[in-house]
């Protein structure tokens, strides 16, 4: 069975920095698309970031402040969070998906509807 699992979540002060974790135990990352998507109460998912060989996509909310790097040696992909907002708190997923994207912006559109495998999520909560 294809399973993500995503930590690092937590409670951080407005202005504070996290680090989300994707990894992988049954399947290898690095031939995958992989995106880091949200979801808050009563709102719809949106996509955060997506990474799908060589290039990256950051939402307009959060480019600048985030990055997506991958560790192809620990089959994990990380949400490098920087100046976190109270607005950015949520619970975050990430998802991935076997053929890549030649623009990338497109696995992030559609609340993720292009990715196959998800993990449960991690919640992250900044408080101001």
């Known amino acids: 069975q294809l399973q993500l699992v995503e930590s690092g979540g937590g409670l951080v002060q407005s202005g504070g920095s996290l680090r989300l974790s994707c990894a992988a135990s049954?399947?290898?990352?690095?031939?995958?698309?992989i995106g880091w998507f949200r979801q808050a109460p009563g709102k719809e998912r949106e996509g955060v970031s997506c990474?799908?060989?060589?290039?990256?996509y950051y939402a307009d909310f959060v480019r600048g402040r985030f990055t997506i790097p991958r560790d192809n040696a620990r089959n994990t992909v990380y949400l490098q969070m920087n100046s976190l907002k109270p607005e950015n708190t949520s619970v975050y997923y990430c998802?991935?998906?076997?053929?890549?994207?030649?623009?990338?912006?497109?696995?992030?559109?559609?609340?993720?509807?292009?990715?196959?495998?998800w993990g449960k999520g991690t919640l992250v909560t900044v408080s101001s």
């Open positions: 049954t399947f290898t990352l690095k031939y995958y698309a």
């Open positions: 990474i799908s060989g060589g290039s990256t």
């Open positions: 998802a991935a998906v076997r053929h890549p994207f030649t623009i990338v912006q497109r696995m992030c559109a559609g609340g993720g509807a292009a990715m196959d495998i």
